[in-house]
């Protein structure tokens, strides 16, 4: 399993937000196969043919013939970093039932019927079905009842054509989602962003890069590590940290992980730290400056973002931040460089002594431990 968006309702109660889980969208393995033949038009550029395997669970009311049923569900993915493109995608537009039928992948990389056996089956489909953002590093698909048929449930189908820089060895996912309610109601439909990396098979005769170090972590706990860009020393002994704890089998993300291309910093910060288990909040002077609001606009912007975003979670909900935010001081670092929010004088924090299992052990303790569910 790749990931999942929560499907939830939620609700304002006086100064309470509340919030309900009313089923979800899972992404299981997805398969990925080099187009043969890699048209020469496409210069520095792999095209990888790319099942999606996507599950709607919808339950605690949004079934078919509930009045809460669901009046349209959209499931989307914005491929990265940057020059990753959706050249062509299925399925594209279905408005009346359609029957299972074979494609195939042009030279141009696009979709075409088969009249015999070909590498793409699609199953039937149903619903209405509208495809949007072919041609853009970003697609998405939005299903929606007809007069006969309801939104559907259970496993769903899609193809993509996908052009991939040469060599690399993964692909970053974003995955959203989205639903509207066939009837109006107080509570709000809403869903929480996931993120996840995707395997592409090596192409003979073209020299892997180096491979992202999370994304099929097995159901590990994800763990997100802030920190500020304190100096060069700082950063490395961060990325040591971090590479000690994926030798742990812990699920890290933090932003010197391969790819060093282009990313949309804020959608990638905010979407790891609302779907991680744990986050690290590393120690350091700049970190507890930015705390303090002491540090200029242009200064740490990256971490000014995350701590406001951190504590803004803190004050919705206390209890759950409180226990999910570990502030950890490395070898050399001190308590009183924790950032002011994560309270370094009167709850827990954790000194690593130095980056092995005795070292880091009652860390390590901790985000081994349940997960959330």
């Given at each position: 399993m790749l990931g999942d968006i929560p499907l939830l309702l939620t609700e304002t109660r006086g100064l309470e937000f509340v919030e309900r889980s009313v089923g979800s969208i899972r992404f299981g393995h997805w398969q990925v196969h080099p187009v043969p033949g890699r048209p020469e038009s496409f210069p520095g550029l792999t095209p990888y043919l790319v099942r999606v395997n996507v599950e709607f669970g919808f339950g605690s009311g949004l079934g078919g013939g509930?009045?809460?049923?669901?009046?349209?569900?959209?499931?989307?993915?914005?491929?990265?970093?940057?020059?990753?493109?959706?050249?062509?995608?299925?399925?594209?537009?279905?408005t009346r039932p359609d029957d299972a039928r074979p494609y195939e992948v042009t030279p141009l990389l696009a979709f075409a019927p088969a009249a015999g056996p070909a590498p793409v089956a699609m199953p039937p489909v149903t619903p209405r079905i509208e495809c949007s953002g072919i041609g853009s590093s970003a697609v998405r698909w939005r299903y929606s009842p007809t007069e006969t048929d309801p939104v559907p449930s259970g496993a769903q189908v899609a193809w993509l054509v996908l052009l991939v820089p040469e060599g690399r060895p993964q692909v970053e996912v974003v995955a959203s989602a989205g639903y509207g309610l066939a009837a109006p109601t107080l509570e709000n439909p809403t869903t929480r962003d996931d993120a996840f990396a995707v395997d592409l098979p090596p192409v003979p005769g073209v020299v892997p890069g180096p491979p992202l170090t999370f994304g099929h972590s097995g159901g590990s706990p994800r763990v997100f590590v802030t920190y500020a860009h304190e100096n060069e020393e700082h950063k490395r002994a961060v990325a040591e940290f971090c590479d000690f704890l994926v030798g742990?089998?812990?699920?890290?993300?933090?932003?010197?992980?391969?790819?060093?291309?282009?990313?949309?910093?804020?959608?990638?910060?905010?979407?790891?730290?609302?779907?991680?288990?744990?986050?690290?909040?590393?120690?350091?002077?700049?970190?507890?400056?930015v705390s303090e609001g002491r540090a200029v606009p242009n200064e740490n912007r990256g971490v000014q973002a995350e701590y406001l975003l951190l504590s803004t979670l803190l004050a919705d909900d206390r209890p759950a931040w409180t226990r999910k935010i570990l502030p950890v001081v490395l070898p050399g670092r001190s308590v009183a460089e924790i950032p002011l929010a994560f309270l370094p004088r009167i709850a827990t924090h954790y000194i690593v002594d130095d980056f092995t299992a005795k070292g880091a052990a009652e860390l390590v303790r901790v985000l081994k431990g349940t997960r959330d569910q």
């Open positions: 509930s009045r809460l049923a669901p009046g349209w569900v959209e499931v989307g993915f914005e491929f990265g970093p940057d020059r990753v493109s959706v050249v062509d995608a299925l399925p594209r537009a279905v742990e089998g812990l699920d890290v993300r933090y932003d010197q992980q391969e790819p060093r291309e282009r990313r949309e910093w804020q959608t990638w910060t905010t979407t790891h730290i609302l779907r991680a288990d744990f986050v690290i909040a590393v120690a350091s002077p700049s970190y507890r400056k």
